[in-house]
């Protein structure tokens, strides 16, 4: 027998030789046989360790059989020990009724049989051990049950949790879930799908009849394909609808149904996830109405620069092309300004110093302007930009700006029906009215009285010219709120500082509008400097940027899709003086280089004309130089605008 399978076996007398044939008799069992010679060492061996059987004997000094059996009976961890009398008296009927009273479970006497006392003791041994190996599967069982139990709960927790996060994604996706029983025709619905249809889960009964109700009445014929499919081989259906709500909330939704079949192939229940999509049938509604106003806006302007080209007279082709080129710079200036704001409002003060930066030159008093802040709508800005353009043009040529000492005052105030603008000249040559109105005094009457539906008021006086502008305020013409601090947009041009060159000068051009860059090399040359390029690709470029002698550096931002940092890289490394050349805002260029200049397309003369400075004469002093003057002379730039 395995040492584990053992049981203890009390053996009790007071007798050493009786003590000893018990242990003989019994060492055949294989047990472990504990002897104790009285009463006292009885109880002492009881609780050390757990016992199976108690062979007792009866007539003991001190206590005897019956008392020893009752205090053990008394300890609760005894009271199911069995215990077997042996008495070498007789005994009658009123003692074994006795020892039975006091927990025995059998009676031995004296001459024992060695057999029959195996026997018994074998019995209760046996039972002993086979209640402890009960009582072990049972403690295993509970420990099992209470393992799987534990992860019956976890498991419980996991799914309680993952449902949990499914709601939480299904309505942060604006989702729902549902399912139908064909058979009962019952539906279950989750928040989500009372969320999506405007209805309370506590009031709302969902019925086939209650569903159309919500359905617009155009869509319902697509939903019932998508809850019950039509046939067995096509299990899923997807379809657009519209959801009205009770409040009459109408909502766009996308809903998908896959049904479950039987072995026998019967659908036995429909699940579908409905997605609300108003947010982005919205934003696909105004995407397209964008590209419509894109398209519409790009043809307004094509449509103006058409007119301004084939309206523009002038003597000689230089003069018409200046002529042409100021008037496209003032409606950049104005897409510049619009564009800033989302096409929302062009800011007046800002329109009037962007057309009349050009002039203020030297003596800053000589143009002084005054007015609210004011904020115009998309076709007043363009319209006010061209009028600005031609009065400062007109002053520059022939009135108050063509001489030192004359003035301009520009102000503006808002009336309760009309914008006003006064522009006043002072201090210039004698004006008198013109024979017959020129090119610039059209376009202002024109676009202020027929587009704008406004006045245009022009009046010459020996000090000077005087104009009035009266454009009708309507919804669009508002107070602008400007917030304190409020700094300039991100997108808007940097102030640059020029690049001071020679003439002779090798300027790097890097350009993949051909057409732009043959202009840019014309300007460049006319200029009087050498250009090296255009430069279309950005393998191309690098390699002149590397190994060509140059400098400085004119570089469109995007070439076909791939930006031009790697060259401006390398000409920072060699401490070579460049500009970019974008139609992107100031925010889209990379931060590393957010001390280069920048020039805005469409690139005008002038803004070339300011940057690139040339001195006198090839032999001035060699700290004009560019590579002299280097990439410190740019860190003070922010960008070039169109003035």
């Known amino acids: ?262 072995a026998t192939d019967h659908i036995v229940r429909i699940s579908g996830v409905t997605v609300d999509i108003t947010d982005r049938k919205d934003a696909e509604e105004r995407q397209a109405l964008l590209a419509r106003e894109v398209d519409h806006r790009a043809r307004n302007a094509l449509a103006l620069v058409q007119s301004i080209v084939r309206l523009t007279r002038a003597d000689t082709i230089k003069s018409y ?117 020129g090119f610039g005094i059209r376009v202002i009457s024109a676009s202020v009285e027929r587009q704008l539906e406004g006045e245009a008021r022009f009046e010459w006086y020996p000090e000077g010219l005087h104009c009035s502008l009266a454009v009708p305020r309507g919804d669009q013409i508002e107070p602008l709120v400007r917030h304190p601090g409020a700094r300039r947009a991100a997108g808007e041009d940097r102030p640059a500082l020029p690049l001071q060159l020679v003439t002779g000068n090798r300027i790097l051009l890097v350009e993949d509008e051909i057409l732009v860059a043959m202009m840019m090399r014309d300007i460049l040359t006319e200029l009087g400097f050498s250009v090296n390029g255009p430069f279309s690709r950005l393998s191309e470029a690098m390699v002149a940027a590397v190994h060509d002698d140059i400098d400085a550096g004119i570089i469109d931002i995007n070439l076909g899709g791939e930006f031009v940092y790697p060259v401006a890289d390398v000409l920072a490394a060699r401490k070579i003086p460049f500009v970019f050349v974008t139609g992107y805002g100031v925010e889209s260029i990379d931060g590393r280089f957010g001390d280069v200049p920048i020039i805005k397309k469409p690139v005008q003369r002038q803004v070339l004309q300011k940057i690139f400075v040339r001195a006198a004469s090839a032999e001035e002093p060699a700290k004009l130089s560019s590579r002299r003057y280097g990439r410190e002379g740019l860190r003070r730039a922010a960008s070039v605008g169109q003035s």
Not at 31 to 40: G, T, Y
Not at 168 to 180: C, F, R
Not at 188 to 206: A, L, N, S
Not at 420 to 429: A, I, S, Y
């Open 1 to 262: 027998m395995a040492g584990d399978d053992k049981v203890n076996i009390l053996l009790v007398d007071d007798q050493p030789a009786k003590l000893l044939s018990y242990e003989t008799i019994l060492d055949d069992l294989g047990e472990n046989l504990v002897k104790a010679a009285s009463a006292r060492e009885a109880l002492e061996q009881l609780l050390r360790q757990e016992i199976a059987v108690i062979l007792v004997d009866v007539c003991m000094p001190e206590l005897d059989g019956f008392q020893l059996a009752a205090m053990i009976r008394e300890h609760p961890r005894f009271q199911h020990t069995a215990i077997i009398f042996i008495s070498a008296i007789h005994l009658t009927d009123v003692d074994r009724l006795r020892a039975y009273e006091m927990g025995a479970v059998d009676y031995v006497p004296v001459p024992v049989i060695p057999e029959v006392l195996r026997a018994k003791v074998r019995i209760f041994a046996e039972l002993y051990r086979k209640t402890r190996q009960l009582e072990q599967l049972n403690h295993e069982l509970e420990r099992r049950v209470a393992e799987r139990t534990a992860e019956l709960e976890t498991s419980s927790g996991r799914l309680v949790q993952s449902e949990q996060r499914r709601s939480l994604a299904l309505a942060a996706g604006q989702m729902g879930s549902w399912e139908w029983d064909p058979v009962s025709g019952d539906f279950t619905w989750d928040d989500g799908q009372y969320r999506i249809f405007g209805v309370d889960p506590e009031r709302f009964d969902v019925t086939i009849e209650n569903l159309k109700a919500l359905i617009h009445p155009e869509d319902w014929r697509h939903l019932q394909s998508a809850a019950k499919p039509a046939t067995q081989d096509t299990p899923s259906f997807q379809t657009e609808f519209r959801v009205i709500r009770p409040n009459g909330e109408l909502r766009w939704c996308i809903g998908t149904a896959v049904a479950s079949l039987d």
């Open 321 to 437: 092309i200046g002529a042409v080129d100021g008037r496209i710079d003032a409606l950049a200036r104005a897409h510049t300004l619009l564009a800033q704001s989302r096409w929302q409002g062009a800011d007046l003060a800002r329109l009037v110093d962007e057309e009349l930066a050009p002039y203020r030159i030297g003596e800053c008093d000589r143009i002084a302007v005054s007015g609210p802040d004011v904020s115009l709508e998309p076709r007043t800005a363009q319209t006010l930009a061209l009028a600005l353009h031609e009065l400062s043009t007109n002053a520059a040529k022939y009135g108050a700006l063509s001489v030192m000492s004359g003035r301009v005052k520009l102000n503006w105030e808002l009336q309760p029906e009309n914008l006003v603008l006064r522009w006043t000249e002072t201090g210039g040559p004698s004006t008198q009215p013109p024979a017959s109105p």
